[in-house]
T-cell receptor, first 111, second 114 residues
Framework: GENVEQHPSTLSVQEGDSAVIKCTYSDSASNYFPWYKQELGKRPQLIIDIRSNVGEKKDQRIAVTLNKTAKHFSLHITETQPEDSAVYFCAGGSGYSTLTFGKGTMLLVSP | ETGVTQTPRHLVMGMTNKKSLKCEQHLGHNAMYWYKQSAKKPLELMFVYSLEERVENNSVPSRFSPECPNSSHLFLHLHTLQPEDSALYLC?????????????FGSGTQLSVL
């Protein structure tokens, strides 16, 4: 089965800095890589996703990159704001029953 | 509001109790999921119902029993749980497309087993 590793487990940045969270996966058959944000006490919400036929995807201050050869993908947040503080989860899979999550990264953005 | 509603929000139960968690989705999706979220661990898929097919994680103990009477409702029946089952139980739904599933989560049930 798929194994997804996520680093770092905690990331502290100053407001306005960039933040990068990295994930690796093991199953070359995985073709879908979403990122979820979970604020304290709230439900996880999808913020961006990427499929294996694309190398990069952007949505305003958020971008995700995918390197299929190296089996890793990353989340990039630019111009961080305090409201970006949350736990971010990466995941990888190839179908509705195969999505495997990473352990999460707690991002703390200090004003 | 994501359209996925879970009840109850909090549940405290003894190891000999029987209780059920309920989930309802109003998004017209055709797949529903139960996930377990424990501190410092990845979200763990427990069960999936999609197009009347059930997929389960073989590592989930039999003291957890899912039920999906229709595409909008999902239950998780609990009996003789252990303290290590204390966790946040999240329900999710999606529209299966075969190319990647966007999950819509409920707010979860925080379960404490005494």
């Amino acid at each position: 089965g798929e194994n997804v590793e996520q680093h770092p487990s905690t990331l502290s940045v100053q407001e306005g800095d960039s933040a990068v969270i990295k994930c690796t996966y093991s199953d070359s058959a995985s073709n879908y890589f979403p990122w979820y944000k979970q604020e304290l006490g709230k439900r996880p919400q999808l913020i961006i996703d990427i499929r294996s036929n694309v190398g990069e995807k952007k949505d305003q201050r958020i971008a995700v990159t995918l390197n299929k050869t190296a089996k890793h993908f990353s989340l990039h947040i630019t111009e961080t704001q305090p409201e970006d503080s949350a736990v971010y989860f990466c995941a990888g899979g190839s179908g509705y029953s195969t999505l495997t999550f990473g352990k999460g990264t707690m991002l703390l953005v200090s004003p | 509001e994501t359209g996925v509603t879970q009840t109850p929000r909090h549940l405290v139960m003894g190891m000999t109790n029987k209780k059920s968690l309920k989930c309802e989705q109003h998004l017209g999706h055709n797949a529903m999921y139960w996930y377990k979220q424990s501190a410092k661990k990845p979200l763990e898929l427990m069960f999936v119902y999609s197009l009347e097919e059930r997929v389960e994680n073989n590592s989930v103990p039999s003291r957890f029993s899912p039920e999906c009477p229709n595409s909008s409702h999902l239950f998780l029946h609990l009996h003789t749980l252990q303290p290590e089952d204390s966790a946040l139980y999240l329900c999710a739904s999606s529209q299966t497309s075969g190319t990647g599933e966007k999950l819509f989560f409920g707010s979860g049930t925080q379960l404490s087993v005494l």
